[in-house]
């Protein structure tokens, strides 16, 4: 079954930098858009990022464009998050998902703050 592991999460400053990394299974990696999603407390989850299967088309909220990159790694079936310049309200925890696919990780917390 799909199976999504997310790492990277922390506690960091405002102003600082973090990267998430997912690693997939279960599925052909290689086939399928990835997105990466956030959720903060009492708001809903949210799409951040999504990159196609060949790194071709990537897509980012307004709120993260120009701070956040998404790439990935289809022989590691790996799919990563960079983020710098964090500001606070990106404090979330954080979830990579296979776009066509059920099924989330367990996400990672990522809290910004002084």
């Known amino acids: 079954q799909v199976q999504l592991v997310e790492s990277g999460g922390g506690l960091v400053q405002p102003g600082g930098s973090l990267s998430l990394s997912c690693a997939a299974s279960g599925f052909t990696f290689g086939n399928y858009n990835m997105r990466w999603y956030r959720q903060a407390p009492g708001k809903e989850r949210e799409l951040v990022a999504s990159i196609s299967s060949s790194s071709i088309i990537i897509n980012y909220a307004d709120s993260v464009k120009g701070r956040f990159t998404i790439f990935r790694d289809n022989a590691k079936e790996t799919v990563y998050l960079r983020m710098n310049s964090l500001k606070p309200e990106d404090t979330a925890v954080y979830y990579c998902?296979?776009?066509?696919?059920?099924?989330w990780g367990q996400g990672t917390q990522v809290t910004v703050s002084s």
């Open positions: 998902k296979a776009f066509g696919l059920s099924g």
